[in-house]
């Protein structure tokens, strides 16, 4: 079993649709949490950083963070075609020696169609 | 403005090369990763480094070596290319901070698409 697990899709909504991306993960050892987007032939940009459960809002982007579950999310209100990526989820161990290592979901790629 | 850049963005090479690909980072960051990205995989850690000359193995670091002889620039090796290697390969960097922090946020090059035939 994968440390963290992410919703394949691929995705395709509308525009203007609200967009939920998933993953779940095993180990409780992760305790901060990031959202990547991925442009085609680009590299990944951070999009989202969270640690706590609880919301963060950044515009149209909401990270979600339920430790209990062991479930992060990532909502898109008013997709834009723009938003057309490959969304990663990513998190980090708390302690030890990782060197800031991330562990990354499989990514799931995101059409918004106009 | 940060930036991470890789020497190619496409190469093709044949079973059997060595193959060198080169990534430079421009913000002082003490750590430096090579990940490879596969359709339904995700990006996996190959090597990563915390300093120069320092190196540690990633998940899947079978077929390849890695050098850091400046802080800026990382270097993966595929010491004799195979099919399988064929794949796009990222580079990224970050900063050492309190762990886990916003600091260790990792910036990553455009990608290198690695075709071996």
């Known amino acids: 079993q994968k440390e963290v697990e992410q919703d394949p899709g691929p995705l395709s909504v509308p525009e203007g649709a609200i967009v939920s991306l998933n993953c779940t993960y095993s180990?409780?050892?992760?305790?901060?949490f990031m959202w990547y987007r991925q442009y085609s032939r680009k590299g990944p940009e951070l999009l989202m950083y969270t640690y706590s459960s609880g919301n963060k809002e950044d515009g149209r982007f909401t990270a979600q963070v339920d430790k209990s579950s062991k479930y992060i999310s990532l909502f898109i209100r008013d997709s834009q075609p723009s938003d057309s990526a490959t969304y990663l989820c990513?998190?980090?161990?708390?302690?030890?020696?990782?060197?800031?290592?991330?562990?990354f979901g499989q990514g799931t790629i995101l059409t918004v169609h106009p | 403005d940060v930036k991470v850049t890789q020497s190619s963005r496409y190469l093709v090479k044949r079973t059997g090369e060595k193959v060198f690909l080169e990534c430079v980072q421009d913000m002082d960051h003490e750590n430096m990763f090579w990940y490879r990205q596969d359709p339904g995989l995700g990006l996996r850690l190959i090597y990563f480094s915390y300093d120069v000359k320092m190196k540690e193995k990633g998940d899947i670091p079978e077929g390849y070596s890695v050098s850091r002889e400046k802080k800026e620039r990382f270097s993966l090796i595929l010491e004799s290319a195979s099919t399988n290697q064929t794949s796009m390969y990222l580079c990224?960097?970050?900063?050492?901070?309190?762990?886990?922090?916003?600091?260790?946020?990792?910036?990553f090059g455009p990608g290198t698409r690695l075709l071996v035939l």
């Open positions: 180990n409780s050892a992760f305790q901060y």
């Open positions: 990513a998190m980090i161990y708390a302690g030890g020696t990782s060197y800031g290592k991330l562990t």
């Open positions: 990224a960097s970050s900063s050492v901070g309190v762990q886990g922090g916003i600091r260790e946020t990792q910036y």
